[in-house]
């Protein structure tokens, strides 16, 4: 057997929105804090802050800004906001990596803490989930309305991405305000919330959090924000660019497929609607797969934020 010292220190790891996945040293009885290994480097010109916007039931909201320190947000800039609000998920800060190309090109991320995640506890996530989904939309639109009435942007300037959960978060906005985007991106999501995964442990997973469509209380509230079924005729949409994997087996394409024939159908506007489905890959890409997808994603939001790419 191989002996251990004991030791009075510990490892962790920490990341911010400027600094990657570092490796630190904390010495518990001196309080000396080292970085293992050598120091990262950080994203000097990157300025953070966090703000609160009040939701539609008075509840403060948390999100974070990150962009370049010069950037002047008393006028409205191009403006990227992302949430994930489910799942008792924190929607931490991580480092810019794929969104750094639109923080350098001038443009403000917006990174929201919704409720349905688990910033803050358990009740947090409670109050996001099943009968109280609604709440998770309710902040996203809160904080877009801060950031328009603050001038940090426009709507007309204003973009949304999210992913899986975040993807029916950007579904919601798309049919529930599409008055508040420029552009809307949703990967891999669910919308249509009455034909639940046909995978019994997904679907198991995924009732816990959105109900069960064949009991008529959960039905009722799934109706309700379900984004294939609250698209309405004649109304102008936002830009919306869908991702999908093909082999996805907890949002399936077809949510994409008959979403966009809908959205199609009933759009008064002029936008394009359009949808990727990713040949060979899954829930999320990884590899090269993973960052074709970003980059292209970020391509078509920078591209209607008429931001040069």
Same mark, same amino acid.
């Given at each position: 057997?191989?002996?251990?010292?004991?030791?009075?220190?510990?490892?962790?790891?920490?990341?911010?929105? =400027?600094?990657?996945?570092?490796?630190?040293?904390?010495?518990?009885?001196?309080?000396?804090?080292?970085?293992?290994?050598?120091?990262?480097?950080?994203?000097?010109?990157?300025?953070?802050?966090?703000?609160?916007?009040?939701?539609?039931?008075? =509840?403060?909201?948390?999100?974070?800004?990150?962009?370049?320190?010069?950037?002047?947000?008393?006028? $409205?800039?191009? =403006?990227?906001? =992302?949430?994930?609000?489910?799942?008792?998920?924190?929607?931490?800060?991580?480092?810019?990596?794929?969104?750094?190309?639109?923080?350098?090109?001038?443009?403000?991320?917006?990174?929201?803490?919704?409720?349905?995640?688990?910033?803050?506890?358990?009740?947090?996530?409670?109050?996001?989930?099943?009968?109280?989904?609604?709440?998770?939309?309710?902040?996203?639109?809160?904080?877009?309305?801060?950031?328009?009435?603050?001038?940090?942007?426009?709507?007309?300037?204003?973009?949304?991405?999210?992913?899986?959960?975040?993807?029916?978060?950007?579904?919601?906005?798309?049919?529930?305000?599409?008055?508040?985007?420029?552009?809307?991106?949703?990967?891999?999501?669910? &919308?249509?919330?009455?034909?639940?995964?046909?995978?019994?442990?997904?679907?198991?997973?995924?009732?816990?959090?959105?109900?069960?469509?064949?009991?008529?209380?959960?039905?009722? *509230?799934?109706?309700?924000?379900?984004?294939?079924?609250?698209?309405?005729?004649?109304?102008?949409?936002?830009?919306?660019?869908?991702? &999908?994997?093909?082999?996805?087996?907890?949002?399936?394409?077809?949510?994409?497929?008959? &979403?966009?024939?809908?959205?199609?159908?009933?759009?008064?506007?002029?936008?394009?609607?359009?949808?990727?489905?990713? $040949?060979? *890959?899954?829930?999320?890409?990884?590899?090269?797969?993973?960052?074709?997808?970003?980059?292209?994603?970020?391509?078509?939001?920078?591209?209607?934020?008429?931001?040069?790419?």
């Amino acid at each position: 057997f191989r002996e251990v010292p004991r030791s009075e220190a510990c490892l962790f790891q920490h990341e911010t929105f =400027t600094q990657p996945t570092t490796t630190y040293r904390l010495d518990l009885d001196t309080g000396e804090l080292e970085v293992v290994g050598e120091a990262v480097e950080r994203l000097e010109a990157i300025e953070v802050s966090r703000r609160f916007a009040t939701s539609k039931d008075g =509840t403060l909201v948390p999100y974070f800004l990150v962009h370049r320190k010069e950037v002047d947000i008393s006028s $409205p800039q191009p =403006t990227l906001l =992302t949430g994930y609000g489910g799942f008792n998920q924190a929607w931490l800060p991580t480092y810019l990596a794929h969104l750094l190309p639109f923080v350098q090109a001038g443009g403000v991320l917006a990174h929201a803490c919704l409720r349905g995640g688990g910033e803050y506890g358990k009740e947090w996530h409670e109050a996001g989930r099943l009968h109280n989904k609604q709440n998770t939309f309710d902040d996203l639109f809160a904080v877009a309305e801060n950031l328009i009435t603050a001038g940090i942007t426009s709507s007309d300037r204003l973009a949304m991405q999210g992913l899986s959960n975040g993807g029916l978060l950007a579904g919601a906005a798309i049919v529930q305000r599409p008055d508040l985007w420029r552009a809307v991106v949703p990967h891999v999501p669910m &919308f249509d919330m009455m034909t639940p995964a046909s995978a019994a442990d997904i679907r198991a997973y995924t009732e816990g959090e959105y109900g069960n469509p064949d009991n008529p209380d959960d039905a009722a *509230t799934l109706y309700s924000y379900s984004p294939y079924h609250n698209v309405h005729d004649g109304v102008a949409y936002p830009a919306v660019f869908q991702q &999908f994997g093909e082999k996805d087996e907890s949002s399936h394409p077809f949510h994409g497929r008959k &979403f966009t024939a809908r959205l199609q159908e009933a759009n008064s506007g002029d936008k394009p609607i359009l949808l990727r489905v990713w $040949p060979d *890959t899954g829930h999320a890409g990884l590899g090269p797969a993973g960052i074709l997808q970003n980059a292209e994603w970020l391509s078509f939001v920078m591209s209607e934020l008429g931001m040069e790419i």
